[in-house]
């Protein structure tokens, strides 16, 4: 069974940073396509990043591009995005998602991220 478990989220004020983690078990993790996803008060889910198991390349929304980094450490089954230069307009629940393109088949529990002075 595919467990995702988000950790780090919380207040921050605007220009700080985050560090968001996600522990992977139950998954050959060093294959799996990984994301994170969003979503906002009164919104929907909006993808935010991915990286494939070989982490040559990442993909951003563009709202955060140059801002967020994602990273993996597959000796550790561990998924992050570091936030840097927060905005209010990042507060969200972030959920660490397994997947590729539209197939995200495993979600976690999801971490909040809230922004404000």
């Known amino acids: 069974q595919v467990k995702l478990a988000e950790s780090g989220g919380g207040l921050v004020q605007p220009g700080g940073s985050l560090r968001l983690s996600c522990a992977a078990s139950g998954l050959t993790f060093s294959s799996a396509w990984m994301n994170w996803v969003r979503q906002a008060p009164g919104k929907g889910l909006e993808w935010v990043s991915a990286i494939p198991s070989n982490d040559d390349t990442t993909y951003y929304v563009d709202s955060v591009k140059g801002r967020f980094t994602v990273s993996r450490d597959n000796t550790k089954n561990t998924l992050y995005l570091q936030m840097n230069s927060l905005k209010p307009d990042v507060t969200a629940v972030y959920y660490c998602?397994?997947?590729?393109?539209?197939?995200?088949?495993?979600w976690g529990q999801g971490t909040q991220v809230s922004v404000s002075s």
């Open positions: 998602v397994k997947g590729g393109g539209s197939d995200f088949d495993s």
